[in-house]
């Protein structure tokens, strides 16, 4: 029987620089591979609706993203559950699978030449890059205690409204505890939102002055995060014993 997974307490700095990987990986996918989203599934689940009646230049990729970005979390949790069982370092361990997948995404964009949507290259590379973000999505739900997707904003934008508004709301009447909680989401919230904002401006600036050479910078990040991740694991494995 697999073990129970088990979030830990990561600092702020993990989950805003992730969602700053999807965002950059994601505004430079969108601007050179024709459109493409793939950090969030909505709109291939609209695509995927309205298919029968409406059709569409590079269908074939969008709703290929669902079952993709499915399996990819299928994947995540398996790994994060035998892991969870064997050595504890859970975290690294998947974050190494998202940091592979972004390598594949960065050589393919870079070496593959891409002549239109419909282009197999357009499919294989964006693929991958919807694999990656399956995993960090499941990663962060899974590994990450308390912490808001990175991948999707519509979710946090809802949260933060919410959040904003509990804390105006009882600003005149002073300290209450849905107040406090609310400060407490926002204080993480916002840092996640801000690091895909600065992800996808970055990443534009980026992809227009390099290229794809600029996916070198995400890619980078989530190394330097795998890296802490493996650290952290095993002062955490030392600190048990």
């Known amino acids: ?9 990561v600092p702020k700095a993990v989950p805003t620089l992730l969602s700053f990987v999807a965002g950059y990986i994601d505004s430079v996918t969108f601007l050179g591979l024709y459109g493409i989203f793939i950090a969030q599934m909505t709109g291939s689940f609209v695509l995927a609706g309205t298919q029968f009646v409406a059709s569409e230049q590079g269908y074939l990729v969008k709703l290929l993203a669902i079952p993709v970005f499915f399996a990819a979390g299928c994947v995540a949790t398996l790994i994060a559950a035998l892991a969870e069982e064997r050595n504890g370092r859970t975290l690294a361990l998947v974050m190494t699978v998202e940091c592979l997948l972004l390598s594949m995404l960065v050589v393919l964009h870079i070496a593959v030449p891409v002549a239109g949507i419909n282009d197999p ?5 964006a693929l991958t890059g919807i694999a990656a973000m399956g995993v960090q999505s499941a990663m962060v739900r899974l590994l990450m205690r308390g912490v808001a997707s990175t991948n999707v904003m519509t979710t946090n934008t809802t949260q933060m409204a919410v959040d904003v508004t509990l804390v105006l709301l009882h600003a005149a009447s002073g300290t209450s505890a849905a107040a406090g909680a609310a400060r407490d989401r926002l204080s993480g919230l916002l840092p996640i939102v801000v690091g895909f904002v600065c992800g996808t401006a970055i990443g534009a600036v980026g992809y227009s002055v390099t290229g794809f050479w600029t996916l070198l910078v995400p890619l980078a990040i989530a190394y330097a995060v795998c890296v802490w991740a493996f650290y952290a694991g095993g002062v955490s494995k030392q600190s048990a014993a």
């Open 121 to 125: 290259a357009v499919l294989f590379t």
């Open 1 to 9: 029987m697999a073990a129970t997974i088990l979030p830990r307490q």
